[in-house]
């Protein structure tokens, strides 16, 4: 089955710093490529996502990249402040579409 | 429009006894998923029902069951309860047959065994 792996698994930066993480997937059909972020006690919520027929999908700060061939993603946040802070979770669906399968998860410090 | 709901919120059960869990979707989505988050593991998949069907199914021993209803309530059993069982159980909803929409997430049921 699909299988997401995800890294780093801590990240701390300054704010003002951007911060990149980076996912690879290992089901060559996954189409459809989301990423969630979850503040401490809080629900996971989709911030970007991104499908197999784009290379590249930006939001304000966030911007998201796939390359399809290394079957790898990765999301960029730009000018970090101290509310990105938070666990941030990529995942990928299988190849029915029957499950989004998630990686481990990075826990972004940002201070001031 | 009411979000996803799950209940109970937190609940404690000892080693062996069983558990049952229930999640609400928002009202027309027909996907629902299971996930299990514990500390360092993330988010491991369960499973997922569709019109009252389970289409997948996790890496999860055969006492993780479920069900789905024809109103698309969704309900999880985890049956002769282990130490390791302890964690955060979110079920999603989505309004996507393929699960390439949101997801839509509710606060969870905290389990605690004992």
């Known amino acids: 089955g699909e299988n997401v792996e995800q890294h780093p698994s801590t990240l701390s930066v300054q704010e003002g710093d951007s911060a990149v993480i980076k996912c690879t997937y290992s089901?060559?059909?996954?189409?459809?490529f989301p990423w969630y972020k979850q503040e401490l006690g809080k629900r996971p919520q989709l911030i970007i996502d991104i499908r197999s027929n784009v290379g590249e999908k930006k939001d304000q700060r966030i911007a998201v990249t796939l390359n399809k061939t290394a079957k790898h993603f990765s999301l960029h946040i730009t000018e970090t402040q101290p509310e990105d802070s938070a666990v941030y979770f990529c995942?990928?669906?299988?190849?029915?579409?029957?499950?989004?399968?998630f990686g481990k998860g990075t826990t972004l410090s940002v201070s001031s | 429009k009411a979000g996803v709901t799950q209940t109970p919120r937190y609940l404690i059960k000892t080693r062996g006894q069983q558990v049952t869990l229930s999640c609400s979707p928002i009202?027309?989505?027909?996907?629902v998923s299971w996930y299990q988050q514990t500390p360092g593991q993330g988010l491991q998949f369960l499973f997922e029902y569709f019109s009252e069907t389970q289409r997948n199914k996790g890496n999860f021993p055969g006492r993780f069951s479920g069900r789905q209803f024809s109103n698309s309530r969704s309900e999880m059993n985890v049956s002769t309860l282990e130490l390791g069982d302890s964690a955060l159980y979110l079920c999603?909803?989505?309004?996507?047959?393929?699960?390439?929409?949101?997801?839509?997430f509710g606060e969870g049921s905290r389990l605690t065994v004992l």
């Open positions: 089901d060559s059909a996954s189409n459809y």
């Open positions: 995942a990928a669906t299988n190849q029915a579409g029957t499950a989004l399968i």
């Open positions: 009202s027309g989505h027909r996907s």
């Open positions: 999603a909803s989505s309004l996507f047959e393929q699960n390439t929409g949101e997801l839509f």
